[in-house]
């Protein structure tokens, strides 16, 4: 028989990607006691030993919001002997432009790009350092309710074979796209709203150290026709690249493209121009998007990260969502401990404050990129019409979600507006059964 133990916290936090690092981190700097779990057999290291990360799909790109995050706690030296990325290139319809990031003080303007199996175990070394404890090969399984919003306790088991019951105060669900334990609280990922599908590479190629992300608008198989989807290249250093594509999709119009596939047409489009070897480690994935799910909390837990869609739909991102709501959702729990309610209706207010002008607009945006065509009919405009350099740097910066409430230019001021109206459309089209973040206002 299999022998089992009790593992207890004051604050439980399932998944060790980057919300679950930052939520452990969080709660270390605010004096409370964390337990990040996390189902891969991540090795920490030590002086002696190297640490060893899991994997995770994934375009490795840090924008300016993310280094930002990585900042404010205290992580910023993770990025030391990484690229420092200035921007973007967009390259199809016959153009190719240049945006760099802007330089509006609210974020930081460079970017970067780090391996995911490296980036993750160095968060989670960061959050261990600073007090979180770690136990990995352990997967949760099941959740035992108290009551229909609260969680008593999860059960899981180790590699070994161990049975494992979870308990604490507070259950943070990071758990990425799986959403194993969220889905049996009632989390239900909404995938008539806009969704992703990507895949992505390692390639080596003598343009590593580019300063530059690039993003392809126009793919096309090897008889030259277009396929839906835009590809990407993260430069890595060390002649190495991230190259991926990927498509958005709706229930209504899913996304009718081999992922895996393209990115094979993808690297021989680019081979030329990026000298790039053959995709190695080729995977794929899902992504949900804008706040897409059915609800976030109850009464003593929360959903962070891709567990909560928290990916802007504009441009795939999610890892500084992750890290921005992992904070946010720590910065709570004190009085959620005193309050009846716990976070049940405090965490889609939150979400909403923060996120949902954004993610409304950029929702509905992607939703109409999704449309047949569009982008042949629209692409040649944006990309070679007159004022092709100006739209792009506006576009880079929306795209990457790079404006701050303290923002007062044109730029910004359109977009907050244009946010404002999304909402307000958002109300009138009834989506109030099915508000951003799930479960409405109290
Ligand atoms: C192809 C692709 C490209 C992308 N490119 C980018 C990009 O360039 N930049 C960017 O910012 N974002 C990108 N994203 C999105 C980004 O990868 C995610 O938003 C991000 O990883 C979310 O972090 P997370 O901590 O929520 O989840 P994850 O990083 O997925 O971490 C979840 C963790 O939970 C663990 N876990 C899950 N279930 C359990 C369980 N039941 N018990 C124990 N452990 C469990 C998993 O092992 C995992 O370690 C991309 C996504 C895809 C699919």
Not at 42 to 65: F, H, I, M, Y
Not at 118 to 137: I, K, N, P, T, Y
Not at 268 to 284: A, D, Y
Request: aromatic share 6%; charged share 20%; glycine share 12%.
């Amino acid at each position: 028989m299999n022998s089992s133990s009790v593992l207890c916290a004051d604050v439980i936090i399932v998944g060790a990607g980057p919300a679950g690092s930052a939520a452990g981190f969080w709660c270390a700097r605010a004096g409370l006691d964390a337990l990040i779990v996390d189902m891969a057999d991540v090795v920490l290291g030590s002086a002696e030993l190297p640490g060893q990360g899991r994997d995770k799909t994934c375009g490795d790109g840090l924008t300016p919001r993310a280094v930002k995050a990585l900042q404010e706690m205290d992580a910023g030296h993770l990025l030391d002997g990484h690229p420092e990325i200035r921007g973007l290139k967009l390259h199809g319809f016959g153009g190719s432009i240049t945006a760099a990031w802007p330089a509006t003080g609210a974020f930081p303007t460079r970017g970067s790009a780090i391996p995911r199996s490296e980036l993750d175990l160095a968060l989670l070394q960061h959050a261990v350092r600073a007090g979180a404890r770690f136990v990995g090969g352990l997967k949760l399984s099941d959740a035992t309710l108290d009551t229909p919003h609260s969680i008593r306790e999860l059960s899981g088991t180790r590699s070994s074979g161990e049975s494992v019951v979870v308990r604490g105060r507070h259950f943070l669900l990071a758990e990425g796209v799986r959403n194993g334990i969220a889905r049996q609280v009632g989390v239900q990922w909404l995938r008539e709203l806009v969704h992703g599908v990507a895949a992505r590479s390692y390639v080596s190629t003598p343009r590593g150290d580019e300063p530059w992300i690039h993003s392809h608008l126009e793919l096309r198989d090897d008889q030259g026709v277009a396929q839906p989807g835009y590809g990407w290249v993260f430069p890595l250093g060390a002649d190495r690249a991230n190259l991926g594509c990927g498509a958005l999709a709706t229930s209504a119009r899913p996304a009718k493209v081999n992922t895996k596939k393209l990115l094979e047409q993808y690297a021989t489009q680019i081979r030329g121009e990026w000298q790039c070897g053959e995709p190695e480690l080729v995977k794929s994935a899902l992504l949900p998007m804008g706040g897409a799910v059915s609800r976030v909390s109850g009464v003593n837990w929360a959903t962070i990260g891709d567990s909560a869609a928290l990916v802007n739909p504009l441009n795939g991102e999610g890892i500084d969502y992750a890290l921005e709501a992992a904070r946010l959702v720590v910065q709570l729990l004190p009085d959620a401990a005193r309050n009846p309610d716990g976070l049940r209706y405090v965490w889609p207010n939150v979400l909403r404050e923060h996120y949902g002008t954004a993610f409304s607009l950029a929702r509905r945006l992607a939703i109409v990129l999704t449309m047949p065509g569009l982008l042949s009919a629209v692409g040649p405009l944006g990309m070679r019409g007159p004022v092709a350099n100006q739209m792009m740097d506006a576009a880079a910066r929306l795209m990457g979600n790079l404006v701050s409430p303290e923002d007062s230019d044109l730029t910004a001021r359109a977009w907050r507006a244009a946010g404002g109206l999304s909402r307000g459309a958002d109300r009138l089209l009834a989506a109030d059964s099915r508000p951003l973040f799930g479960q409405p206002t109290r």
